[in-house]
């Protein structure tokens, strides 16, 4: 029982992390000064990596303008589908393993 307790936390903590990177590709400005990456590739190499581009593209996506979210990177709409399809999986998983343990222990 311990180790779903813990699979519990763990997912979560992915969902929210998920959720909480969304919402805030949601409201930032992606046409802003561009203040620092993740990407280490960037940090060295002016091109980027293949990836550059996408995170302001999900903002784009976010915010409405499917224009400018294509041109800062093409496969920025499948990956927040992918994106919103684990979060879904993740909470699905959730309610559907511990919901029902928890509904069985008090009914059972």
């Not at 990596?49 to 996408?54: A, E, N, R, S, V």
């Not at 409405?64 to 998983?93: D, E, I, K, T």
Request: aromatic share 16%; glycine share 10%.
């Amino acid at each position: 029982m311990r180790i779903l307790q813990n699979m519990k936390v763990l997912y979560l903590t992915e969902a929210g992390l998920w959720l909480l990177g969304l919402t805030l590709l949601a409201f930032m400005k992606p046409d802003g000064e561009h203040l620092f990456s993740f990407c280490p590739y960037s940090w060295f190499l002016e091109s980027g990596c293949l990836g550059c581009g996408i995170g302001h593209g999900i903002s784009y996506l976010l915010q409405g303008n499917f224009q400018a979210s294509w041109q800062a990177h093409p496969l920025s709409a499948p990956a927040l589908l992918l994106l919103l399809w684990r979060c879904w999986q993740l909470l699905r998983w959730q309610y559907l393993h511990f919901y029902s343990l928890t509904l069985d222990k008090h009914h059972g």
